[in-house]
């Protein structure tokens, strides 16, 4: 029979709750803005809008079998706990504890990359691969890993950092405080702020001509100047396939998967200005036992992947 499920994908920029069957069927939507304010008041806005969801569907409350909330990492899985997110810009927040009491039942909390790796694994095409990973290339980037079927956490929670692997000594500083992560080089705010530094040099015009009026020029921008040619925005195209094609690359070596997936607002913006040259990137430089049946692909989930996770979380029982 099929179940439903109440599932929430928490991000700096936007929360987006949905009621979801196993069957993959999504019943009903809403995207909100995070609000400003601080942790309590995001915690009481994703309440609210759970039970106006549930009530504008008219499903009740009692027909869903369980609640899965996404948030950014780190996360400490055991705890339910946000430590110190960049993106969140929250120290220590209680989320499991916190959203159980104001939502009067238990909710399971599961970082956002791997909640997307649960969704891609279970929902996805790819789906009888028992060594997935799951890449974000978003505001931030982050992986999910899915070893031997099972989603690998690490000792606490900590796994799947991608972003913050270094792909250049000398890089740009991140937000983490080190030096040429991958995130600080080739996520959609690495790629809004070497646009503004092009922008101050007087560069770069022929992506300012793609960006409306009033409008900071960010990865839409880019990759229509690109489509259009514009050779500036080609070469800084260049140097995000390289850096996140060095950083697959040591993926694939370290973890010898059977398929990587790359989702997230600018990898899917981007895509086919990014998906083949990775590809081909990886091709070059991972060990040869390693690339050979390697599949490097987008995910067919689109914006919806964590929500899929959500019920994944829930409704599969041996998701450990
Ligand atoms: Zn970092």
Redesign the pocket.
């Known amino acids: 029979m099929r179940e439903l499920v109440l599932g929430v994908d928490l991000g700096g920029t936007k929360i987006l709750s949905g009621i979801i069957g196993t069957d993959g069927g999504i019943l009903a939507k809403s995207r909100l803005l995070t609000p400003a304010g601080g942790p309590e008041r995001v915690l009481d806005t994703i309440a609210a809008s759970a039970a106006q969801l549930l009530q504008a569907s008219g499903i009740r409350e009692q027909e869903i079998t369980g609640i899965a909330i996404a948030a950014p990492g780190p996360l400490d899985f055991a705890e339910g706990m946000v430590r110190d997110s960049p993106n969140l810009g929250w120290g220590r927040v209680k989320v499991k504890e916190e959203l159980s009491r104001r939502m009067g039942r238990p909710v399971i909390v599961e970082k956002d990359t791997n909640m997307a790796a649960l969704g891609e694994y279970y929902y996805g095409p790819y789906s009888k691969c028992r060594e997935l990973l799951y890449i974000t290339v978003s505001t931030g980037i982050g992986a999910g890993i899915i070893i031997g079927g099972n989603l690998y956490r690490g000792r606490a929670g900590g796994a799947g950092e991608f ?2 692997m270094v792909v250049d000594a000398q890089g740009a500083l ?3 405080g ?1 030096r040429g ?1 991958l ?2 080089l080739a996520s959609g705010n690495a790629i809004s702020r070497q646009l503004d530094e092009m922008a101050g040099q007087g560069r770069g015009q022929g992506i300012l001509a793609c960006t409306p009026a009033g409008k900071r020029p960010g990865p839409r921008e880019l990759a229509a100047a690109a489509r259009q040619g514009d050779e500036e925005a080609e070469l800084l195209i260049a140097r995000i396939v390289q850096y996140l094609g060095i950083g697959i690359a040591n993926l694939a070596n370290l973890l010898n998967p059977e398929v990587i997936i790359l989702g997230g607002g600018v990898m899917l913006g981007l895509r086919d200005l990014l998906l083949q040259p990775v590809r081909e990137y990886v091709q070059r430089h991972a060990f040869a036992l390693n690339r050979e049946d390697l599949i490097i692909d987008c995910t067919a989930l689109g914006d919806d992947i964590v929500l899929y996770g959500c019920v994944a979380a829930v409704s599969i029982k041996d998701v450990k």
């Open positions: 972003g913050h991140c937000n983490c080190r992560c995130e600080a």
